[in-house]
């Protein structure tokens, strides 16, 4: 299993950014996929979810409204789309997922997003 993120980078506040996570080594279609956050001197944190099929999105309060979760099982991707950032955004961001078949959990290496003037 292999989940490979890209897209982070330096942004301003109040810019965009899209995140994507390439998955390979398991039936992407048949699982949820997360994206999880982690700013420094703080505890990882889920930032969204959505079901294997993408019917089903969930978001932290923090950025509902802002951030969009989407996926393409076609491609085996899954999208972070992040609008009207803050600089309290600013965290290493981490695609994630559980095999409920092999009851494994998975985490790419993380892309940087800084937000800042």
């Known amino acids: 299993v292999q989940l490979v993120e890209s897209g982070g980078g330096l942004v301003q506040p109040g810019g965009s950014l899209r995140l994507s996570c390439a998955a390979s080594g398991f039936t992407f279609s048949r699982y949820a996929m997360n994206w999880y956050r982690q700013a420094p001197g703080k505890e990882r944190e889920l930032v969204a979810t959505i079901s294997s099929v993408g019917g089903s999105t969930d978001y932290a309060d923090s950025v509902k409204g802002r951030f969009t979760i989407s996926r393409d099982n076609a491609k085996n991707t899954v999208y972070l789309q992040m609008n009207r950032l803050k600089p309290e955004d600013t965290a290493v961001y981490y695609c994630?997922?559980?095999?409920?078949?092999?009851?494994?959990?998975?985490w790419g290496q993380g892309t940087q997003v800084t937000v800042s003037s």
């Open positions: 994630n997922t559980y095999l409920w078949l092999t009851r494994d959990t998975y």
